[in-house]
C-alpha cells in the first residue's frame, strides 16, 4: 500500500501553521492535463506550498499588488519575522518574485514563472478559500492601504504635503478632527452613553453637551469612569442593566451603544429601553462589529455576538419603534486587529415611543 500522503510531504512542510481542506476531485480533474509533464514530488511540493492559510492570503493580497514587507504585515495583520519567513518559501518555490525599489523590495505573484497546472491549482486554493472571512477583510485593510501608499506618492505633496498627516498626528493626536465633530450636536441636549465602560466617550460628550448619562452593568468600569469624570458636573452616572434603564421616560435628545450591544443578550430589549427613554424625534447611534467568525472571542471577551448584519440591526430597530436612517461600514484602520466595523443611526418615531410598553395591554384588550 502507498505511504500516507502525509509521510510524503517535505519535512519543512509538514506542519503548516493554518490547514485547509482541498476538494481532490477538483485537484484531480484540474491537474489530470499536466501529470503527463510533471512528476508526483512537484505536486506535493505545490500542495504543501498552498496549504497554509497565511501564505494563501499573502499570495492573494501580491496577485492584486505589488506590496512591500510592511505592507503585507499591515494587510495579513501578521509579525514581519512571520510575513519573511513565508516570503522565503513563496520566493524559493518561484510563486513570488521580487524587486527592489529604493530601500524596498516589492513583491508580486509570479504569473511568468508558473506552469499552467500550477496556475490551475491557484485558481482552484483561491475558489476554495474565497468565502474564508480573512480573505475578505484582507481586501478591505489592502485597499485602505493602497489608498495611504497613493496619497503618499504624489508629487504635488512629494516635498512637505505628503508629509502632512503625519505631521499633524505627531503634533495633535490622530482623533481630534473627531472630536470637533461633537460640537455639531445641540449644545442643549442630553445624551445617554449607554455602555459607558470607563467613560471615555462622556468625557468627550461632557464638553459640548447639557447633559450626559453614563450607564454600565460593571462595577468595575463605573468607578474608573467615576474616577476619570470626577471633574464634569454634568454627568450622572448609574450602575444598571441596559435592559432595564434607570431613567425616566423621552429623558434623552440622542443615545450612544458604542462596541457595547455584542455584549449584550436581547439587543432587541436594549433597542426598546432606548425608545422609552428617548424623545419623539430622537436619536440612537450604534458603533458596533461587523459580522465576523471570530469565535474566540466568546471565550476570551465574553462576546454573546460575533458582530452584526445591517438586516438584523435594522429589524430590531423596526420592532422598537425605530427607523434606520444611516448603516454605514467604517473602512478598518491597517494597523487594527479587531474586525471592521459599522455605524447604524436611527430615530423614534413619535407615535410609536412607547409602543414596547402599551402593545402587551392592547393584546389583551383585543382577546
Known amino acids: 500500500a502507498p505511504a500516507p500522503l502525509s509521510a510524503r510531504l517535505p519535512q519543512r512542510d509538514r506542519r503548516p501553521q493554518t490547514p485547509f481542506a482541498i476538494d481532490r476531485g477538483k485537484f484531480s480533474s484540474i491537474l489530470i492535463s499536466g501529470l503527463t509533464d510533471i512528476g508526483s514530488n512537484r505536486i506535493l511540493d505545490w500542495m504543501a506550498d498552498l496549504g497554509d492559510l497565511t501564505r494563501v492570503r499573502m499570495l492573494h493580497a501580491c496577485e492584486q499588488h505589488e506590496l512591500n514587507v510592511a505592507e503585507l504585515c499591515s494587510v495579513l495583520q501578521v509579525p514581519q519575522s512571520t510575513a519573511s519567513r513565508h516570503l522565503k518559501v513563496l520566493l524559493e518555490n518561484q510563486w513570488l518574485s521580487s524587486r527592489r525599489e529604493g530601500t524596498s523590495r516589492l513583491y508580486r505573484l509570479n504569473r511568468e514563472r508558473l506552469t499552467a497546472p500550477a496556475r490551475r491549482l491557484w485558481k482552484l486554493i483561491q475558489q476554495q478559500c474565497g468565502e474564508d472571512g480573512a480573505l475578505r477583510e484582507d481586501e478591505a485593510r489592502l485597499e485602505r492601504v493602497l489608498l495611504e501608499r497613493q496619497s503618499q506618492s504624489q508629487a504635488f505633496f512629494a516635498s512637505s504635503a505628503g508629509h502632512w498627516d503625519r505631521l499633524r498626528a505627531d503634533l495633535f493626536g490622530g482623533h481630534f478632527d473627531l472630536s470637533g465633530f461633537l460640537a455639531l450636536l445641540d449644545p442643549d441636549a442630553a445624551v445617554g452613553d ?174
Open 194 to 367: 449607554l455602555g459607558c465602560g470607563t467613560g471615555k466617550t462622556a468625557e468627550m460628550l461632557a464638553a459640548f453637551v447639557h447633559k450626559v448619562v453614563a450607564v454600565d452593568t460593571s462595577g468595575a468600569m463605573i468607578k474608573a469612569a467615576r474616577h476619570r469624570l470626577r471633574g464634569h458636573a454634568n454627568v450622572e452616572l448609574h450602575k444598571a442593566s441596559l435592559e432595564d434603564l434607570p431613567l425616566d421616560d423621552a429623558s434623552l435628545d440622542v443615545a450612544f451603544l458604542s462596541l457595547v450591544l455584542h455584549h449584550v443578550s436581547d439587543p432587541l430589549r436594549v433597542f426598546q429601553e432606548v425608545a422609552r427613554v428617548v424623545r419623539p424625534g430622537g436619536r440612537v447611534v450604534v458603533v458596533d462589529m461587523q459580522q465576523h467568525e471570530r469565535n474566540e472571542y466568546r471565550q476570551q471577551m465574553g462576546h454573546v455576538w460575533l458582530g452584526f448584519a445591517r438586516t438584523q440591526v435594522e429589524d430590531w430597530l423596526c420592532q422598537a419603534g425605530l427607523s434606520l436612517m444611516h448603516f454605514v461600514n467604517l473602512p478598518p484602520e491597517p494597523a487594527a486587529k479587531g474586525p471592521p466595523l459599522f455605524v447604524a443611526t436611527g430615530q423614534l418615531h413619535a407615535a410609536s415611543m412607547f409602543q414596547p410598553n402599551t402593545q402587551p395591554v392592547a393584546m389583551a384588550a383585543v382577546k
